[in-house]
């Protein structure tokens, strides 16, 4: 088993709803998002771990932490994503996973061998928008198709949005919740300035607050 993993994080109250879990990042991204946080783990700038490390990570945290995120990056690029979430199955470890949503025959594989208790698939933008967000020409039909897998697959979901005023305004929000739809869980992260996209960002978790406070039926938090 091969998967280039970058850097992890012992305890997270926050990444997996309802488990303490550690954070596992993986290098190597499909996507060039403007804002992104972990562009030294989408360049592969991190020292890999090696799985005998990992492993001793994940066992000296046993006793404290019932999940693990595989986050990055982005992991769903890597081919032994599906060997390496058996194996932290059998640490008795649920496995959440992080994705972009590029990958439908990956997700396919990993929902009907049930390797993932939990997904959080990424909304980037209104599908005419997608382009200039992720710094690429991506074709967004694949990442309806991977929305729609989740939302058929029974397994725990939720989907984000990273919010910036300078890039997505409030209609394309509207347009983001439609995408989503009623029933189905949806965060929108605030955008803080990173190294590479330092812009000022107006929208505040109040003003977002306000902005979902009418929409009934819709399970939308703001973090």
Same mark, same amino acid.
């Given at each position: ?18 488990? %303490? &879990?550690?954070?596992?990042? $993986?290098? =190597?991204? @499909?996507?060039?998002? !403007? ?6 783990l989408v360049e592969k700038r991190e020292t890999p771990f090696t799985q ?40 008795? %470890? &649920?496995?959440?996973?992080? $994705?972009? =949503?590029? @990958?439908?025959?990956? !997700? ?116």
């Amino acid at each position: 088993m091969q998967i280039n993993i970058g850097g992890v994080t012992p305890l997270s109250t926050i990444d997996y709803p309802g488990r %303490l &879990a550690a954070v596992i990042y $993986t290098q =190597g991204c @499909n996507f060039r998002c !403007l804002y992104c946080h972990n562009y030294r783990l989408v360049e592969k700038r991190e020292t890999p771990f090696t799985q005998d490390q990992l492993q001793a990570f994940l066992e000296a945290r046993r006793r404290i932490i019932d999940g693990v995120v595989v986050s990055g990056g982005e992991p769903t690029i890597h081919k032994d994503l599906p060997s390496f979430c058996a194996w932290l199955k059998e640490m008795g %470890l &649920a496995v959440k996973l992080d $994705t972009n =949503g590029t @990958n439908p025959l990956m !997700l396919r594989l990993l929902i009907e061998k049930r390797l993932v208790d939990f997904i959080a698939m990424d909304i980037k933008a209104p599908w005419e928008k997608y382009s200039r967000i992720i710094q690429k020409d991506f074709p967004v039909e694949i990442i309806k198709e991977c929305l729609q897998l989740i939302k058929e697959s029974k397994i725990a979901c939720e989907f984000r949005t990273t919010v910036h005023s300078a890039l997505l305004t409030l209609e394309d929000l509207e347009k983001i919740i439609d995408i989503v739809g009623p029933g189905y869980s949806l965060v929108f992260q605030i955008c803080n300035p990173t190294p590479k996209y330092n812009v000022q960002n107006t929208y505040t978790k109040e003003k977002l607050l306000n902005f979902i406070s009418n929409k009934q039926g819709f399970h939308i938090e703001v973090r």
